[in-house]
Every structure is written in C-alpha cells, then in structure tokens.
C-alpha cells in the first residue's frame, strides 16, 4: 500500500541506517514530498542528487527547527543513542505542535520502559511517554537488534572464520533495518489506523550466537565459529573503534542484558502487519556476502 494523497514529511536522522532505508521506499511513492533534515550541510548533496528536498536543523538545537519543520504533515522521529536523547525529541516534538503537525512515527527502542537494563531504554521510555500526552496523532516502533550490527564484526567472519560477540548464551530476534522501514512506510500509508499503537518488530527466529554462527556458515559455505566475547574485551574494542563512553557503557548494559535472556523473544507484529516473513539472517548475509568474505 502506497500513499495516494499528498503528503510531507519530515524525516529526523536521515543518515542512519533506518531512515536511509525508509527513505528509498517513500521516494518511490509519487504523492509523498520528502524532507531529509540534515546537521551539516554537507550531508545535504546526496540528497538532493536524488531529487530528495533537504533542510538543516539539529535536534540539539531548538531555535534551528520552525524553518525545517514548516509546512511538515507527518514527522519520522529517530533520535541518536546518547545522554540528550530525550531532551532531542522532545525539541522534536515541541517543533512538531508548533508548526502544526498531524502525525508522528517514532523510533524507539526494544525493551524500553522505566525499568529497563539499559539507559536507553529508560531516555527512550521517557520520550515514549511525552508523545503519548502530546495531543499528536502518533504511533511508536520498538525494533529488536539490527542484523546490519553484526556488519561490525563483519571483518572478523570474512578474514577468522570467527563470530565474536558478547552475547554469551543469550538470543536475539533480530530484524534487518529494511524490514523496519517497509513497517515504517505502511504506519505513513495508513495513519489512523495504526494511531495510538506500539509495535515490537523482530525477525522470526530468536537466534543464539551460535545459530547465528550456522546460518553465516551455511550461507557462506565455510565453518563460521561463534566467540563469546568478555565484556572487558568488547570495552577495548569500541573504545579503541572510537566509541564515547556513554556509548560504550550503553552497549555493554544490552550485551548484559542480552546475555542473561532479556532478549530471547520473537512477536509476530511484523509479519501480522506487512503479511510476509521478516528477512532471515541468510538472507542478511545473502545480499551482504561481499562484507563477509564470501567469493565474488
């Protein structure tokens, strides 16, 4: 189902992997005009030689958000992981009521609640809190582990053999990106409908390390092993990659968490919804093959 009156919306962290992919999707659809909101400028030109309308703003600025959110029917709401969080969507938001807004799709996270494991499941519960009283029409996604995280490791797989992650004998259902924006994309096509819902997204397997380690191997055709990875050592390899220490901690609250069951769950919102399976984890690594060493 695509959308058939026209329509703008404003898309919030348009660089990242989701909005990215949700941006293909309702690129295609001719009644919608999109708005990437970009912070540099300099991000705007792969937008706009798409054809793609840009506008600068940054959501940890709220005087830089009326212009962009101008003439917006519907807002895509993603907010980076990070101690500002909540304070992003809410300026989000406040920009959203001011300039007269319909309709909000936001992203949160799996799990989040006031007692989550992690801090930011706790930021996004409270952001999750303010769009429900915000007297906007709104609907909210909680998605489970990206499958595009395990891209992080993927050099380890291509040049090891190896899988290593801190999950120890934990599962997860994961999702690819793309499902959770063709979810996204039918939430715009249909607004009243899903009005006032939550949605988990996973995949339809709940996955250990090691059945990740099969489904890689089977799909690469060579042993892939599954190496649990200490925390100590996980600390290193992010904080040697760059990470911040907020990030990193947050990182190793989900591993923890992860690790000791919270994530084993699969629902069936996604496929109830968008009336196929959600993409297997063979075929993640199907149309990631080159990242993960398999032979050209």
Known sequence: MAISSPVTILITGATG?????????????????????????????AFEKRGIATVQGDLDDPGTLPGAFDGVDALWLLTAPGPRASENSMNALWAARR????????????????????????????????????????TILKPHFYMQNLLAVAPAIAGQSV???????????????????????QIFAAPAAHAGRTYTLTGTAS???????????????????????SLDATRQFMTSAGASPWIVGMYLE??????????????????QLIQRPARSLSDFVRDHAAAFGAPS
Do not use: K
């Open 99 to 138: 300039a007269g807004v319909q309709r909000v799709v936001r992203l949160s996270a799996v799990g989040a609640a006031a007692d989550a494991p992690t801090r930011n499941g706790r930021l996004h519960a409270q952001s999750d809190h303010e769009i429900m009283v915000s007297g906007l029409q709104w």
């Open 163 to 185: 899988l290593p992650y801190a999950l120890g004998d934990g599962r997860l259902g994961l999702i690819d990106t793309r499902d959770v924006a063709d979810f996204a994309a």
């Open 207 to 229: 996955l250990s390390g090691d059945d990740m380690a099969h489904a890689i191997s089977d799909r690469l055709g060579r042993p892939i092993r599954y190496v649990p990875m």
């Open 254 to 271: 989900y591993c923890q968490a992860y690790a000791n069951g919270w994530g084993d769950f699969v629902t069936r919102d996604f496929t």
């Open 17 to 45: 992997t989701v909005s990215t992919n949700l941006i293909d999707i309702l690129s295609q659809w001719p009644a919608v005009r999109l708005r990437a909101m970009v912070r540099d400028p300099a991000r705007a030109t």
